[in-house]
């Protein structure tokens, strides 16, 4: 009997550990194998046990250590007659909508058995781009319309064609999984359930750069995908996947693992770059460009954990193929993290052009404490709210830039009727003045002014001078901050103002 059931973060969140010692427990009178994979990012039904029947993956959840013995028995017997039973999991609705590519492996088997990796297509784009020129990777992923997924959507292979171009004793490619986003989990999904995508992602970001060393900078508080990461890491170098000769071919690439110190602002590039080389993460001037004079001077690639893992689809399916997805500009799919008050959160990887409605409703189910849903941040802790207005608009790139929001990295937080959308505005504010590095005025000094002054509107002292201080702020902010992390502050301030102004009076 093959049992398989998740090790990632959410899935031990809820309770997989207790029920995988259950199953230890009351497993040995039915000759179990249990399989720790990880999560298909269904996490509404974690804890989710698996039964391989036939071919078949069949699925039992969200379980207790204390319904173990029921759901063996009935699964000894055969029989789908239990209050638990999901039926074949691939077929649930919530799974069965979706366009895995990016993670169409999650979930299926142990994250750090290569030949698992293997029979699923994994190292197949890797050799691939080793009988390739490195400007033919480059225009591939150029061609196919693959843009950066951390958020700033810049094309991928306008920025590898910038480093391969430069001249220069090394070259870097710096992965950034500092995943810092509220409601975002997706980086963390893929390193706990298929590390080695990424790592033959980065790989082939080497030889089409021209560089040998790549480094993974990973947030500190996921010890979890640290532990897997570097198990992964190793195995890669054994199996002769990273190393000095990869697969015989002579080329080299080498990865090691950094973890960072707990700062939000290390997701930003050039302040990640500063981390990297040892120093306090504050956000560098811009230009020089990364790609130009990234980590120690040289020229570097950095790009997000779900950037270089989609490079392996394109390079084995074809860059027309992942183009066919998505519309517009905004080509390949969209990786969706729904959190919040939501029924049924989860990962969801869909085709841009998606609405925000079907995701919410179709995907979500509605608000988890069965009032309406009133707000939706999307784009993290510095995006913008969006009402039930604007929930028809279809997801991708240009379309919210439109409505001044934007998709970031993918994580779209919900809030039911009972949200104050003054004090989701003040978090804002507060959230920036926690987290700014300090290296410039309208960032460090904006944001606890912004504070200040959203306690004066909630406090109804002069609120409509207060008002109109809170605006010139937010251009203050917007026009004059170093980077991101204060430029963008205003947004989620200004779309609470603009779309819930009831709230502030």
Not at 214 to 230: C, D, N, Q, T
Not at 266 to 273: A, H, I
Not at 423 to 439: L, P, V
Request: aromatic share 6%; net charge negative.
């Amino acid at each position: 009997m093959r049992l398989f059931l998740p090790r990632d973060t959410t899935a031990l969140a809820l309770g997989a550990e207790s029920v995988a010692d259950a199953l230890r427990t009351h497993g040995a009178d039915f000759d179990i194998e249990l399989v720790r994979n990880g999560s298909r990012g269904v996490f509404w039904l974690e804890p989710l046990l698996e039964v391989e029947r036939g071919g078949v993956r069949l699925g039992f959840g969200p379980l207790t250590a204390a319904d173990v013995p029921g759901v063996l028995a009935a699964i000894a017997a055969g029989s789908g007659d239990h209050p638990l039973f999901l039926g074949p999991v691939a077929d649930l609705p919530w799974l069965a909508r979706q366009r895995r590519v990016t993670f169409a492996r999650a979930g299926l088997g142990d994250p750090l058995d290569l030949d698992h990796y293997r029979s699923l297509g994994g190292f197949d784009a890797l050799e691939r781009a080793l009988a390739m020129e490195p400007q033919a990777i480059v225009q591939a992923v150029t061609d196919s319309g693959l843009r950066g997924r951390g958020g700033a959507a810049f094309p991928a292979g306008r920025k590898w064609e910038t480093v391969r171009a430069q001249s220069a004793d090394r070259k870097y490619i710096v992965c950034n999984a500092d995943e810092g986003d509220s409601g975002t989990f997706a980086d963390r999904l893929l390193l706990e359930a298929d590390p080695y995508q990424l790592l033959e992602g980065m790989a082939i970001a080497g030889f089409a750069v021209g560089a040998e060393q790549g480094f993974i900078y990973l947030r500190s508080e996921y010890p979890e995908a640290a532990r897997v990461l570097a198990a992964a890491i190793a195995e890669a170098e054994r199996g002769g996947f990273l190393g000095p000769d990869i697969l015989g071919s002579g080329r080299s690439f080498q990865v090691q693992l950094r973890i960072g110190a707990g700062a939000y602002i290390c997701g930003e590039e050039t302040s990640l770059l500063e981390s990297l080389e040892g120093r306090r993460g504050l956000v560098r001037a811009k230009p020089p460009l990364p790609a130009i004079e990234g980590l120690f001077g040289q020229p570097t690639v950095v790009n997000n954990v779900l950037t270089l893992a989609a490079v392996t689809s394109v390079l084995a399916g074809g860059a027309d193929a992942y183009r066919a997805l998505g519309s517009g500009d905004s080509r390949g799919t969209l990786t969706v993290q729904l959190a919040g008050n939501i029924r049924r959160g989860g990962l969801l990887e869909l085709p841009f052009g998606v609405t925000l409605r079907e995701v919410l409703e179709d995907f979500g189910g509605g608000s988890a404490s069965g009032r309406p849903l009133r707000a939706v941040q999307v784009g993290g802790p510095l995006g913008a709210y969006l009402p039930e207005a604007q929930w028809d608009t279809p997801m991708d790139y240009e379309r919210f830039a439109a409505l001044g929001a934007m998709l970031g990295h993918g994580g779209v937080v919900a809030f039911d009727d009972s949200v104050d959308m003054l004090q989701q505005a003040r978090f804002a504010m507060a959230f920036c003045a926690a987290e700014s590095c300090g290296k410039c005025t309208p960032c460090r000094i904006g944001a606890v002014r912004g504070v200040e002054v959203i306690d004066r509107i909630a406090a109804g002292e002069q609120r409509d001078n207060q008002l109109v201080v809170l605006e010139d702020l937010c251009d203050t902010m917007e026009q004059g901050s170093l980077c991101a992390m204060g430029g963008l502050t205003p947004a989620p301030v200004r779309s609470a103002l603009q779309q819930f102004p009831e709230d502030f009076a």
